[in-house]
């Protein structure tokens, strides 16, 4: 892919000059959604397919972008001088949050870049493409300008402070995290409070994860997903007028049944049950696939997905029809949705011999019951971003 990239950049950049070309991973969530804005933990892990980019810097502070994923838009030209979010500009406000993040953290671009992307992470599925590009453009700007004091801790915290600040969404650190951090065969357990993290080793001789898309797109900007973050901030200051905590994460099972009652709201109290309960999911998961349990693993995104259905309601029909499809199938050890929420993609854990079953079995399915077709992808765990040689 690499190669027909950069004779495109060729093609629309010419060839002369110091031309390279990056690579950042999209992710999947196996299980702990809606906790990395809570305090709690997630288990992501980066995928093989993600947003490759080809950059070279200018002589002056123009910067020109074009995406091979949409071509027909052409090359869009800003600069250096205008470094501000439109909702004309499109998909080039998330490089352009990064470089505006850059700048604002001291950072200085001397120049203008010539940036290509192309994308194999489908759009709107919530696998993290813009999460993706974001950790792509700060690869690509630390690399070109030379600033190697920037960790790749560091880029996920810049995307992620870009996409909060500049493009208006209140994500959390995973996404970035997963992209920048990631490491082939291992998902990353990470404690968002503190950015604390270890990488466990996913050891499946005799299953596959298999990603399907819904084909319903979401867009999490518009959304509920605000809404939510709202929700459970209300709820913790509640909870902090009866109890010492910092975030939603601090708290057990039990401890929330002690204190639930103290907030005040009923739509409030069952988003923060849902965070609780979620982070010990979570905890419980990478214990259980820790001592090769699988099958606890696979319990625990089931339930996972009815409290995101039930408590957190950021699912939908078409995503619940994917899900109760998927737990009919022998050989699905866990089923859940991915992602923010609201459309996207369901992650399943498949034992090998089931794989064509499922595919075939839900595909005819959904196609039924819904009128359009998902796609399904069974996916490896890749590393990181970084620069290509």
């Known amino acids: 892919m690499q190669k027909e990239l950069m004779q495109k950049f060729y093609e629309i950049f010419g060839n002369e000059g110091d031309i390279r070309s990056y690579f950042a991973p999209g992710r999947v969530n196996l299980i702990g ?46 600069s250096l001088d205008d470094l501000v979010p439109s909702e004309k500009a499109g998909w080039t406000n998330y490089p352009k949050g990064v470089m505006w993040t850059f700048e604002k953290r001291g950072y200085k671009l001397t120049s203008g870049v010539d940036f290509l992307i192309w994308g194999n992470i489908p759009n709107g599925s919530g696998l993290s493409s813009s999460a993706s590009l974001e950790v792509l453009t700060g690869v690509m700007l630390r690399d070109m300008f030379g600033f190697d004091e920037i ?81 459970c901030e209300t709820a913790l200051k ?42 010990q999911r979570t905890i419980k998961a990478v214990k259980a696939l820790k001592e090769n349990n699988i099958e606890e693993f696979g319990r625990l995104m089931n339930a996972s997905h009815i409290s995101l259905r039930d408590d957190y309601e950021v699912s939908c029909e078409e995503i619940d029809i994917l899900v109760n499809l998927a737990w009919q199938i022998p050989g699905v050890l866990g089923s859940r949705i991915t992602g923010g929420g609201f459309g996207g993609c369901t992650v399943s854990i498949v034992k090998n011999d089931a794989v064509d079953t499922f595919i075939d079995t839900i595909g005819k399915q959904y196609k039924e019951k819904v009128g359009h077709e998902a796609e399904f992808y069974v996916v490896e765990i890749g590393d990181g971003a970084g620069k290509l040689a």
């Open 33 to 78: 959604e809606h906790t990395d804005y809570n305090g709690g933990h997630v288990f992501p892990c980066a995928l093989t397919i993600g947003t490759f980019g080809i950059a070279r810097k200018r002589e002056d502070n123009k910067i020109r972008f074009y995406s091979a994923n949409f071509s027909k838009l052409g090359v869009i030209e800003t």
């Open 151 to 231: 960790t790749m801790q560091d880029l996920a915290l810049i995307g992620q402070y870009s996409e909060n600040n500049f493009n208006g969404m209140n994500c959390g650190i995973m996404d970035q995290f997963a992209s920048a951090m990631g490491k082939k065969d291992c998902a990353i357990f990470l404690d968002t409070s503190n950015l604390k993290f270890e990488y466990a080793p996913v050891k499946l001789p005799d299953a596959k994860i298999v990603i399907t898309n819904s084909k319903v797109k979401h867009s999490l900007v518009g959304s509920a997903y605000n809404d939510r973050r709202n929700e």
């Open 238 to 279: 509640d909870l902090q007028k009866v109890t010492d905590i910092q975030t939603l994460g601090d708290l057990t099972e039990e401890e929330f049944e002690a204190h639930k009652d103290a907030i005040q709201d009923p739509v409030c109290r069952v988003r923060a049950k849902h965070a609780v309960y979620e982070n």
